[in-house]
């Protein structure tokens, strides 16, 4: 039993169900997009990592959102290990992109972060979703099914391609569920569905839900409802326009929803001629206009906020409710982390996802605020490194610790400096290897010294940074060359 899919094939067969889960072929087409080496991770993240990773970009057939066969796209990224050793693994669900090639298989949107997952060992399996990356037609944007079955099917045709590809094995006994931001909202949509209907074959080790805009009906509508600014007026856009073609019934043209100049601008988003930065700008800027402040309601027809306000059965309101991700009771341990100052997703989404869990029966659900002022973007880091300290407690409770965040411990001087760099670094004398890296990340210089000086009187003046390994340490610090 040295892959999974014998295994599933077996449980299957013995349990005498249907094999055409692990007979279907779910994987198309896979591209190496490259290596990420620790010190290339290092200088990212400014941080110690494990492994050195792969990059693929994974092509497979899901059903996109008009049930039809489509080729859905995503990033796979693996540690590099000897063949056949057994690894966890990573769902990782990113956050609101700009657009459709704003995506992880593309090595963008955010795609650092699946990059993060699989540097301290975690193979990592990053969807695009559909409308996304090279999937046919228009992002569902925070569609709880489709983000689940796309994310499914990925899985999937992510543990073919291990199956018949040398390199690391999955070990099933750790299968770990996280996204930020939408990817929250994604990654506890997929984790319901697997527990509902998958469990069986992929049993949930344990979630980290961050920053998601859980309460879609709740907290969110609220927020669209209220007389308070809010500065992202684009996501309820983009909300909107994801749903019509699933539910089919929220409107019949884009003005029956938004006044002018408003509807114009999200209808050249629709068609792709602004991406949503710039649909955001435009309609802070229509809604300025108006009275000075971000109120999002006033983007609005004065019917429609009538209609979702007393018509608890508006097709908006019962779109919005199917959307809903935290009303259910995991079985896995979870962890919903956010950070109180968040401008974006209210950390009201956490809370109110927590009590509902915990008054729902579930075991083990805890909503923890990592600070009490950092912003949406702030929270990212603390968020995907709790997330992997929690995954590792899974794995190993006895042998919890925080990872090794010491790289950016490293002083040089002067600093600013003119002919010769001193490395602080005690260890600096019994061997060191350097890598000198310019401001647009190419190396000039790559050298091993048996002291802690280094001459840069050679070097341009300008930004640099130093990377200096000893043993299996690595440090980094940055210094101007005057």
């Known amino acids: 039993m040295r892959k999974f899919y014998t295994k599933v094939f077996i449980l299957f067969t013995v349990l005498s169900f249907s094999t055409a889960l692990s007979a279907q072929d779910y994987?198309?087409?896979?591209?190496?997009l490259g290596t990420k080496t620790k010190i290339d991770l290092l200088i990212l993240f400014g941080l110690q990592v494990d492994y050195d990773v792969d990059m693929y970009r994974i092509l497979y057939e899901t059903p996109g959102i008009d049930q039809l066969p489509d080729t859905a796209s995503g990033l796979l990224v693996i540690p590099q290990v000897p063949d056949g050793t057994f690894l966890p693994m990573v769902v990782y669900e990113h956050?609101?992109?700009n657009g459709p090639s704003d995506v992880p298989s593309q090595q963008k949107g955010g795609y650092e972060i699946a990059l993060g997952y699989a540097a301290f060992g975690f193979i990592t399996v990053a969807p695009d979703y559909l409308g996304l990356g090279t999937s046919h037609g228009f992002h569902p944007y925070v569609h709880a099914a489709t983000e689940a079955s796309a994310s499914l099917d990925m899985l999937n045709g992510c543990l073919e391609f291990l199956e018949f590809n040398s390199g690391p094995n999955w070990d099933p006994n750790f299968l770990f569920m996280s996204g930020y931001s939408q990817g929250g909202h994604a990654s506890m949509a997929t984790h319901k569905e697997i527990e509902d209907f998958w469990s069986f074959v992929y049993p949930v080790s344990a979630a980290a839900?961050?920053?998601g805009p859980y309460s879609i009906y709740g907290t969110m509508r609220d927020k669209i409802l209220s007389d308070e600014s809010y500065g992202f007026p684009a996501y309820i856009a983009y909300l909107l326009l994801g749903y019509q073609p699933i539910y089919g019934n929220l409107y019949n043209d884009i003005n029956d929803i938004f006044k002018q100049p408003f509807a114009t601008f999200i209808n050249n988003f629709y068609n792709g001629d602004i991406n949503l930065d710039m649909l955001n700008n435009e309609l802070?800027?229509?809604?300025?206009?108006l009275d000075g402040d971000t109120i999002n309601k006033k983007m609005f027809q004065d019917s429609v906020i009538t209609g979702i306000v007393n018509n608890p059965n508006h097709p908006i309101n019962l779109a919005l409710k199917d959307n809903d991700t935290y009303n259910w009771a995991p079985s896995a341990p979870t962890r919903l982390y956010y950070c109180g100052g968040d401008e974006q997703v209210p950390y009201e989404n956490s809370i109110v996802a927590e009590t509902t869990m915990n008054d729902l029966g579930a075991v083990d659900v805890q909503a923890i605020n990592l600070n009490p002022t950092f912003s949406?973007?702030?929270?990212?880091?603390p968020a995907i490194l709790s997330s992997i300290d929690f995954f590792r407690s899974i794995m190993n409770p006895s042998a919890i610790k925080d990872l090794d965040r010491s790289a950016t411990a490293l002083t040089v001087t002067p600093n600013p400096v003119f002919d010769e760099l001193t490395i602080n670094w005690d260890?600096?004398?019994?061997?060191?290897t350097y890598e000198i890296i310019n401001a647009n990340g190419q190396t000039i210089l790559k050298n091993t010294s048996h002291h802690n000086r280094v001459s840069v009187e050679h070097l341009a003046s300008g930004l640099y940074l130093i990377v200096c390994t000893v043993g299996q340490e690595t440090r980094l610090a940055r210094f101007v060359r005057q």
């Open 284 to 289: 802070i800027l229509g809604l300025t206009a």
């Open 27 to 32: 994987l198309i087409d896979q591209v190496y």
């Open 427 to 432: 260890k600096a004398s019994d061997g060191m």
């Open 209 to 211: 839900h961050m920053s």
């Open 376 to 381: 949406h973007g702030q929270c990212v880091f």
């Open 95 to 97: 956050g609101t992109t």
